[in-house]
C-alpha cells in the first residue's frame, strides 16, 4: 500500500521539476472549448437574459403589399398571441411590453399597443410603453428589456416592434427650427436618407455597379431561403383584410409570406432605374430598401425562470452598444457601433459566426461590411432590408428573429450572432447575441494546425 502512494507521489512531484532545455512546457490555462472568446461554451448563469421565442409579421410593401390595410394593433396582437401560445407562458406573468415605433403619432401608437395586449388576452396588470430610436426602435426595445431583466425589476418581457408605413408614411411635421441653419451637423439631420447614401458612395467611393451588385444578392439569397422554408419558422401569419380603393369592398385574407423578394432580379433590371435622390447620382429604388408594413417581437427572460419552465432557448443577449456618427453620413452606423458592441461582450469580430446589419441602403451596407473586413459570406444569408423591406421600428427586432432562427439551424456551426443598423440623425446600434443552449459535449479538445496536434487552441507552449 505504501509502495503504491510512494509511486503516486513520485509521478506527481515529476510535474514541478525544472524543465530540461529545449523542452516546452505547457502553462496551466482553463480551456474554453477553442474559443477566444470571453464565455465558456457551457455557461449558464442563472441570471442570463434570454429569448424563448422570437417571431415576426410577413413583410410586406407599403401601399401595395399584403398589410397595407392591417393596423398596427392587429399586427402586434397576431404576435403577442402566438408567443403565449407557444410558449405557454400566463400573460400575466410580463413585467413590461416595450415597442419600438417611429412613423406613428406618438401617443396614439402608444395606445394601438396597449390595445393590442387586450386584442391578445393579456391582462391589464401589464403594463406597455414604446421607444423610438428611429430605424433602431425594435433593437432598441429588446436592450431597454434586457436591462430590465438583469436590474431585478421583473423576471418576464416582451420587446418588439411595429411600423405600418402604409399609413405612416415618413414626413416632418410643422416647421423647422431656423437655427437649424448655423450647425452644420443640425442641419445635417434634415437631409433625406437617400442624399445621406449617397454621400457615403461619393465619400468612400462606392459605385453604383457596386450598389447594384449588391442589391442583386440579398435578393438572390431572400429568394433562396424562401424557396427552402428558412422563414417558416420566424412567420407567423397574419388573418387580416384587403380594401378595394374604388369601391370600399374588404376581403379576407390570409398573409404568411414576404411579398417584395424579387427572384428575377438582374442587373440589367436594375441597371434601368434612374437615381432618385441626386442628378446623376448611384442610389436608386432598386438598391434602397423598401418601405414596409410588419410587426417582431422576442419574448425574453431570466435563463432560471426558462428552465424552470422548461423553454427552449434561442438566444442569449450579451451586449448592445448605440453609438453617434456624422448625421450626414449617416449611414456609416454599423461600421462604428459593430465593434463596440462586440467588445463589450468581450469578443472580437473573428468571434462572430453570422450578421444581420440592415440594408438601409446597399451603399452604406456595403460600406459597412468592407470597412470592418467581414466575410460577406457571415452576413445577411437570407437576404436583408433590400429584399425583405425595413419597417423602421420593427427592423431591429425582424433582424433579432431571423438571427437567431439562422443560427438554431446552424446548431455547433455558430455560437454568437451580431444584429445592426444605421440610425436616421447620424447614429448605429449593434447588439450581440450567443446561441442559448449548451454546445459542447464534454470533449473540449480542437486539432490545431502545427507541429502539436494534440493541444487545443487555448494551451500556452
Sequence with gaps: MESSAQARLAVLSRQFAPVAEGVQSLSLQTCSAGDSAAYERRNTADDDVVIVASLRTPLTKAKRGGLRDTDAADLLSTLFKAVLERTGVEPQAIGD??????????SQRANECRIASFFAGIPDVVPVRTVNRQCSSGLQA????????????YTVGLAGGVETMSS???????????????FPDAASCMLPMGVTSENVAAKYGVDRKTQDEFAVRSHKKAAAARAAGKFKDEIVPVATKLVDPKTGAETKVTISEDDGIRASTTMETLGALKAVFKKNGTTTAGNSSQV?????????????????????ILGVFR??????????????????????????AGLTLDDIDVFEINEAFASQAFYSITKLGLDEAKVNPNGGAIALGHPLGATGAR????????????????????VSMCIGSGMGAAAVYEVGGETD?????????????????????
Design 441 to 461: 459535449p464534454l470533449s473540449t479538445a480542437r486539432a490545431v494546425e502545427g507541429p502539436q496536434q494534440l493541444l487545443s487552441k487555448d494551451a500556452v507552449v
Design 168 to 182: 405612416n408614411p415618413m414626413a416632418w411635421e410643422g416647421g423647422i427650427n431656423p437655427r437649424v441653419s448655423e
Design 319 to 344: 451586449s448592445f452598444a448605440a453609438v453617434g456618427v456624422d448625421p450626414a453620413i449617416m449611414g456609416v452606423g454599423p461600421a462604428v457601433a459593430i465593434p463596440a458592441a462586440v467588445a463589450r
Design 97 to 106: 411590453i416595450v415597442i419600438g415605433s417611429v412613423l406613428g403619432p406618438s
Design 399 to 418: 433582424c433579432t428573429a431571423t438571427l437567431l432562427h439562422e443560427m438554431r439551424r446552424r446548431g455547433r456551426a455558430a455560437r454568437f450572432g451580431v
Design 142 to 153: 429588446i436592450a431597454d428589456v434586457a436591462a430590465a431583466i438583469k436590474a431585478g425589476f
Design 292 to 312: 414596409t408594413d410588419g410587426a417582431a417581437v422576442a419574448l425574453m427572460m431570466t435563463r432560471a425562470e426558462a428552465v424552470r419552465r422548461g423553454l427552449p
